[in-house]
């Protein structure tokens, strides 16, 4: 995408996934997989697979989530799940005031 707004699209979407991967993980306690389809029905655009693996790697590295692994009642795979922590809602609010800020400052 080299037009302005397919920059402008990638820019808000793929290239900050974590403040969509926060926003999900205030609601309940995701598995990687989950998240990504939960992305494309929420927000309208799909994440790599890869990305959001990593993007989930490194928020649960810097402390943001935590991750537990849970045994499936049904006989499937055990999965990981990514769990919001208090310093991960503190960053998605500051992300979501800087949003709005920017958004109201372009607007005036």
């Not at 699209?9 to 995701?30: A, D, F, G, Q, S």
Request: hydrophobic content about 30%.
């Amino acid at each position: 995408m080299s037009d302005p707004m397919g920059r402008l699209k990638n820019k808000l979407t793929k290239e900050v996934l974590w403040i969509y991967i926060l926003n999900l993980l205030k609601e309940r306690p995701m598995y990687a997989y989950e998240l990504k389809e939960k992305i494309k029905d929420k927000f309208g655009f799909e994440p790599a697979t890869v990305s959001s693996y990593v993007v989930l790697y490194k928020l649960e590295k810097d402390g943001y989530v935590t991750a537990e692994w849970q045994e499936s009642e049904t006989g499937k795979p055990s999965r990981k799940y990514y769990k919001l922590t208090e310093k991960g809602r503190k960053l998605f609010q500051e992300g979501l005031n800087f949003l709005r800020n920017t958004i109201e400052k372009l607007e005036e």
